[in-house]
């Protein structure tokens, strides 16, 4: 009996060894997984047992902590004081960018203790639309954009000397891109710098989820941009129509916007359709106001890339705690359109709507 007895001991050892190996693997594995996970699918997950539980809250908590996952210089924190929802879910892009059956994005890590923006993710890879796509001859040279030379060479005296300055129209400002010489640190490229304002998102139980200056901003300030996926008028179409059934059925918030660039010629209009429904940036959250809000929108074109950018600039001095609001648009085509909550004195009462 005496002789059996460290046999007995060796066996439960080893199992313990086991078991702790396996518990270590298994939290291991947690980690890396659960930030994958939509938030139903760690509801489901959470509730098979209490080590997914504690996981899925975790992450939970720091995915409210920051809307924009370590993208932009500054995180941008959810706080709701109206009711259950910790945050929104959606996938984000600092910048625009075209999606593609190959490159659209099905999931990004959110919530891990590994900062995401390092990590393998499709978006991040993707970069910006400017980056991307740019317009060649046929010997492969830029067929649009400047050279800029004298930009390499910019202070903030000779600046205006930088062709790329020269707008085309009136609502377009022309930035230095992807085809000039210059770098990030240029002055002409004000917009391209990621966001640099303290934000934060706050829920509104009649307007869900809303974008709030965490500092006060300056008239003129560049806030950030409306990043989200470039579609076609077709797909933009197909999905406003989806958009507007699930609308209608409540409890859905889109975030399609159409933007239409007039030619210099007068005689023809570019149409950008950004949707930052699914994929997009902090920019998704600012809600509409009847009186024009606080942001006016500039269509930013970067030298050699194909598509404008849609910025949005404070159009006064805005205070800490101040809601992020601008116009959705003058036209309302829809009788029964969404109930408008701005709460401005010159409230329409629906939202703006119109035929895309
Ligand atoms: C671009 S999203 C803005 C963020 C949105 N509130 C959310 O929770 O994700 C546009 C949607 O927000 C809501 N919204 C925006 N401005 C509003 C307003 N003034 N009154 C009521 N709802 C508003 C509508 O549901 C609209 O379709």
């Not at 593609?100 to 993710?121: E, H, I, T, V, Y």
């Not at 129509?241 to 916007?257: E, H, M, P, V």
């Not at 998704?284 to 949005?312: E, K, W, Y």
Request: charged share 20%; aromatic share 8%.
């Amino acid at each position: 009996m005496s002789r059996q007895q460290p046999k007995k001991c060796c066996q439960e050892q080893q199992l313990e060894e086991q078991t702790q190996f396996l518990n270590h693997h298994f939290l291991q594995c947690a980690e890396l997984v659960l930030p994958w996970l939509t938030p139903q699918e760690l509801a489901a997950i959470s509730s098979t047992c209490k080590t997914f539980r504690q996981y899925s809250k975790s992450v939970t908590l720091r995915r409210s902590l920051d809307a924009s996952r370590s993208f932009e210089t500054f995180p941008v924190p959810f706080y709701n004081l109206v009711d259950q929802h910790p945050y929104a879910y959606f996938i984000y892009t600092p910048s625009q960018f075209i999606p593609s059956s190959s490159s659209s994005p099905q999931r990004q890590s959110w919530g891990s203790k590994l900062d995401p923006s390092l990590s393998n993710d499709p978006v991040a890879e993707m970069g910006p639309e400017g980056n991307k796509v740019s317009l060649v001859d046929e010997k492969g040279e830029n067929e649009y954009g400047c050279d800029c030379e004298r930009c390499e060479k910019v202070s903030d005296e000779n600046v205006f000397g930088c062709p790329c300055m020269d707008s085309e129209g009136l609502e377009i400002v022309n930035e230095c891109g992807p085809s000039c010489g210059c770098g990030l640190e240029c002055v002409n490229r004000l917009t391209q710098r990621g966001i640099l304002v303290k934000l934060k998102v706050l829920r509104d139980l009649r307007k869900g989820w809303g974008l709030y200056a965490a500092q006060s901003i300056q008239e003129g300030q560049f806030v950030c941009e409306y990043a989200g996926e470039l579609l076609t008028t077709k797909e933009a179409r197909k999905r406003q129509q989806i958009y507007d059934q699930l609308a209608s059925a409540g409890q859905f918030s889109s975030a399609l916007l159409v933007v239409r660039e007039h030619l210099p010629s007068g005689k023809a209009c570019l149409r950008v359709n950004i949707d930052a429904t699914r994929v997009g940036n902090v920019a998704r959250f600012i809600n509409h106001s009847c009186d024009g809000g606080n942001l006016s929108t500039v269509l930013v074109r970067s030298s050699g890339a194909l598509v404008p950018r849609l910025c949005f600039f404070a159009s006064k001095d805005i205070r800490e705690d101040e809601e992020l609001t601008f116009s959705y648009g003058e036209t309302r085509v829809r009788s029964n359109g969404l109930k408008c909550f701005c709460g401005s004195s010159c409230c329409f009462g629906t939202l703006p709507s119109e035929h895309t």
